[in-house]
């Protein structure tokens, strides 16, 4: 996922798409996005390349998605930005923990847009946007396995990040659809 930009601490990001029943949803899409060691979101950050830190994957038959990427970090709002301002005057401040974005759709399956934080982030259950949730924290695992590395075609130690997504029938074809509304770039 990363242009090999950003010197970050690599991650391997993977899990299981599942319907309700607990089967494996083979050939589900799985839209992945995440900041980069910056705090900062390729398209909005002229300095990365386009598309950075951003994939579409398919599930195998096993329902399975992996992907190498660089460990994502928080971010702040913008310091002289209308936003920060207001939380200024509340008090508060204007931080994010590390997160990762995901939309994940299968034919026949509700949409999901979801993310995930990563526990050990000093922010986590202090969000200013109120994003953490119990069952969408992460718990990221250092890998020193030579074996797993190896396995995985990777360079050396790696933190591993797991999530497994749920994914409900639609009863319309509406709600396998994205909610419409204005995109970044598309």
């Not at 930005?81 to 759709?105: E, M």
């Not at 130690?157 to 709600?175: G, I, R």
């Amino acid at each position: 996922m990363d242009d090999g930009a950003d010197a970050g601490e690599v991650m391997w990001l993977h899990g299981e798409v599942k319907d309700t029943e607990g089967r494996p949803v083979a050939n589900a899409i799985v839209d992945i996005w995440h900041a980069n060691t910056l705090g900062n979101y390729s398209f909005f950050d002229p300095g990365q390349s386009e598309y950075n830190l951003r994939r579409r994957i398919r599930t195998g038959a096993d329902g399975r998605y992996s992907v190498r990427s660089i460990m994502p970090s928080g971010y702040g709002c913008p310091p002289d930005g209308p936003t920060q301002k207001l939380l200024d005057r509340l008090g508060r401040h204007g931080n994010r923990p590390a997160h990762i974005h995901f939309f994940v759709s299968a034919p026949g399956h509700k949409h999901l847009t979801s993310q995930i934080n990563l526990n050990g982030d000093k922010y986590l259950w202090d969000d200013f946007a109120f994003a953490t949730r119990d069952g969408l924290i992460a718990d990221p695992v250092k890998v020193t396995d030579r074996e797993i590395i190896a396995q995985r075609n990777l360079e050396g130690e790696h933190t591993e990040v797991c999530f497994d997504f749920t994914l409900c029938k639609a009863l319309s074809a509406d709600e396998e659809q994205r909610g419409i509304r204005l995109r970044a770039k598309e």
